[in-house]
């Protein structure tokens, strides 16, 4: 199994350029099953998780090239030759459930096995299968996996009990072929909403109110292809801010959306780091001023992220003064405690809220990457502890940070990657 040896070499320094979202392009890709004809996405990152949606769309009947060294895809469903995603794809990567939405809505049928991806929470799929059923559809339940059945879905209003992002995909995907208009209520507003409304619309959707609580659709009966470039990932973005203020460096971060990072842009500043935008991006300096405690609580959109919690409780150990960490989103995302601890972070958690001592100076340890974001929370401890940092179980890592390794070199860290 492959690992990462990371070690202290000091301050980050440079400018690196931020890829395309994993959690916009996921859904794009599935929405491409909706039209036979051809789509094309840009700005694609290289990830593990694309490479998997890749296969289960193929798995579909869907044509795919692609040219990641260009971060360009092109797919074609001309003819759908399955509805049903094979279990061996789904367990590795959980957003293979948005191809029910779009199956559903194309085929008439969609069945697919429960989902799989990081051990963060429970995460069930009730919603997504509310709003179909909201839309006329009949859902059949079985061992390992749930079918969903209508000629032709309705529109319907649906009021989601929690802004789920995946659900308001997939119920939206579904929606845009429904007979009449579908409105659905309290929503997610993430940025990636925005960006899946934006493509779907290029399709010919007709799709209002993306980025508020509340989305309404009118259906229509037939989509095209369309041409979309993906927006940048917020949480690399952040990733990349908080490497920057780990190490006390001064770092440009070059394609982002600064509004998409408020939260993270904040929370930075009350630590003592200075944050500027600058031409297509932000410059984060983090090396004129001791950086100090401050308490962060995970939200929806536009809260803090909970994809970046564990980022920045790395960060928080190293500041001046204790800091409290509340997670809202997820009830298992503090498994990445364990191992800041095995680094000497010194954390206590207390159901929901996690106490950070700070004041602390890390040192290398060998460690475990529990799921995608505490994985890079872990690099990010390890470039400012003493000794050599062995993190282990870094496939989770590669399934949503596109070329980290070579990024993070080029900004001056001590990085590798071993077999």
């Known amino acids: 199994m492959a690992k990462f040896l990371v070690e202290n070499k000091g301050p980050l320094k440079g400018e690196v350029t931020i890829s395309g979202a994993k959690n916009a392009v996921l859904p794009i890709m599935a929405a491409t099953l909706l039209t036979d004809e051809e789509c094309r996405i840009l700005d694609v990152p290289d990830l593990r998780d694309v490479e998997v949606m890749c296969k289960i769309l193929e798995s579909l009947g869907v044509d795919v090239d692609a040219d990641f060294d260009g971060n360009t895809l092109s797919l074609a ?226 809260g803090f992220p909970t994809d970046m919690q564990s980022q920045f409780m790395a960060l928080l150990t190293t500041v001046q003064g204790k800091s409290t960490v509340i997670e809202t989103v997820f009830e298992n995302r503090y498994m990445h405690v364990t191992e800041l601890n095995r680094m000497g972070a010194g954390i206590s958690i207390e159901g929901r809220s996690a106490v950070i001592p700070g004041d602390i100076k890390l040192r290398g340890a060998q460690v475990m990457s529990t799921d995608l974001r505490a994985g890079a929370a872990l690099v990010l401890a390890g470039l400012t502890a003493e000794g050599v940092t062995e993190i282990s179980e870094i496939y989770h890592i590669e399934r949503g940070y596109s070329e980290f390794v070579d990024k993070l070199r080029k900004l001056g860290a001590q990085i590798t990657r071993v077999e």
Do not use: Q, W
Not at 152 to 163: F, H, I, N, S
Not at 289 to 301: E, F, G, R
């Open 77 to 302: 469903a001309k003819n759908i030759l399955s509805n049903e995603t094979p279990v061996e794809l789904v367990r590795r990567m959980r957003a293979s459930i948005l191809t029910m939405g779009p199956l559903l809505a194309r085929t008439g049928s969609a069945r697919a096995p429960l989902p799989g991806g990081c051990a963060i929470g429970a995460r069930p799929i009730d919603l997504h299968l509310k709003g179909f059923e909201l839309m006329g559809a009949e859902i059949e339940y079985g061992t390992g996996y749930v079918e969903a059945r209508a000629k032709r879905l309705k529109g319907g209003r649906v009021y989601l009990d929690y802004p789920s992002v995946g659900a308001t995909e997939n119920i939206m995907t579904a929606a845009v072929l429904a007979e009449g208009t579908t409105i659905i209520e309290n929503v997610a507003e993430e940025p990636e909403i925005v960006d899946l409304a934006n493509y779907l619309n290029k399709m010919g959707a007709k799709i209002r109110g993306a980025g508020t609580d509340t989305i309404k659709i009118e259906g229509v009966d037939k989509l095209h292809g369309a041409k979309h470039c993906v927006i940048p990932d917020r949480i690399e973005t952040g990733t990349f801010m908080v490497a920057a203020a780990i190490t006390r460096g001064d770092v440009i971060i070059k394609n982002v959306v600064p509004d998409h990072v408020r939260p993270i842009i904040a929370k930075l500043t009350e630590c003592g780091a200075i944050v500027e935008d600058v031409e297509d991006g932000l410059h984060v300096k983090a090396d004129e001023n001791p950086l100090v405690a401050t308490d962060i609580k995970t939200l929806p959109y536009p």
